[in-house]
């Protein structure tokens, strides 16, 4: 695992450092929750939303703090977009949907209107989502899935259409 504390010490940061802003396009949620976090400690407290200029944002979504949006991603009218979520090239956020902090999209995901996203869940590359599904706070869906239902908290489901593969129960 990946030692976060140990790449800058507190002694070694300027107050002037710290008042530049910070980005954090760490893939996994939990290790990019945690950067945040050590960087907050650190005293960065400034954290950039980034746009890729390929990127399509509808000027009615909002984006939060630390959203990193790659390359000819599209975040469609109405879509809120949590603190330091990452919206991978090629995704696509339809209209209404609502992603919490700290999600993670792969590569060319679809996901129809009015889904609804839970904090650190992952969509795994290419997976499709109809409209108005719900998946849980740290669920991981599989590359490729078609989520038909919706996913629980702490669930992993890949397939088309999408099925239970673990639970975090099952651990």
Not at 17 to 38: D, F, M, N, Y
Not at 78 to 106: K, P, Q
């Amino acid at each position: 695992m990946l030692e976060l504390d140990n790449i800058v010490h507190e002694n070694a940061i300027s107050d002037s450092l710290t008042k530049l802003p910070v980005i954090c396009p760490v893939w996994l949620p939990q290790l990019r929750r945690r950067a945040v976090e050590s960087a907050r400690k650190l005293g960065f407290n400034d954290f950039m939303t980034i746009v890729d200029p390929t990127a399509t944002v509808a000027s009615s979504a909002r984006l939060g703090k630390g959203v990193y949006v790659h390359t000819g991603a599209n975040v469609g009218a109405g879509a809120t977009i949590g603190d330091f979520a990452l919206i991978n090239r090629g995704a696509l956020v339809s209209h209404h949907c609502h992603l919490r902090a700290y999600v993670t999209t792969g590569p060319g995901i679809t996901m129809s209107s009015r889904c609804r996203i839970g904090e650190e869940a992952v969509l795994g590359v290419g997976c499709t989502l109809i409209q108005d599904r719900i998946v849980g706070e740290r669920a991981f869906v599989g590359a490729g899935a078609v989520v038909i239902r919706d996913v629980d908290a702490d669930t992993t489901v890949a397939g088309n259409p999408a099925r239970v593969i673990k639970r975090s129960k099952d651990s």
